[in-house]
Nanobody, 119 residues
Framework: QVQLVESGGGLVQAGGSLRLSCAAS????????MGWYRQPPGKQRELVAT???????NYMHSVKGRFTITRDNAENTMYLQMNSLKPEDTAVYYC?????????????WGQGTQVTVSS
């Protein structure tokens, strides 16, 4: 099993910055990639950014150039630096990890952290 705990959400004005953290524990050797998802109010969950074990990153179009995903493998922690925040970035942000358990692909989720951007 893998446990994921997010932190760092909060209320910020448009144009401001926040850094989200995701602390991972448990059977970390299973993890092949990690990422951040978000769920805006009344909408479906969407992929924000991903990072593989090799450090390859991928971002949704609307956050490119504003958000940066990183991993500190020594601390077993993933980060999402969010700059130039916009009201449309308001959402619950979820940490995600994908791993292998035998031949199965398993997905793990954190509990979510609220990010609110005021105009």
């Amino acid at each position: 099993q893998v446990q994921l705990v997010e932190s760092g959400g909060g209320l910020v004005q448009a144009g401001g910055s926040l850094r989200l953290s995701c602390a991972a524990s448990g059977s970390l050797f299973r993890i092949t990639a990690m990422g951040w998802y978000r769920q805006p109010p009344g909408k479906q969950r969407e992929l924000v950014a991903t990072i593989t074990n090799g450090g390859t990153t991928n971002y949704m179009h609307s956050v490119k150039g504003r958000f940066t995903i990183t991993r500190d493998n020594a601390e077993n922690t993933m980060y999402l630096q969010m700059n130039s925040l916009k009201p449309e970035d308001t959402a619950v942000y979820y940490c995600n990890a994908v791993g292998k358990q035998g031949v199965l692909t398993v997905t793990y989720w954190g509990q979510g952290t609220q990010v609110t951007v005021s105009s």
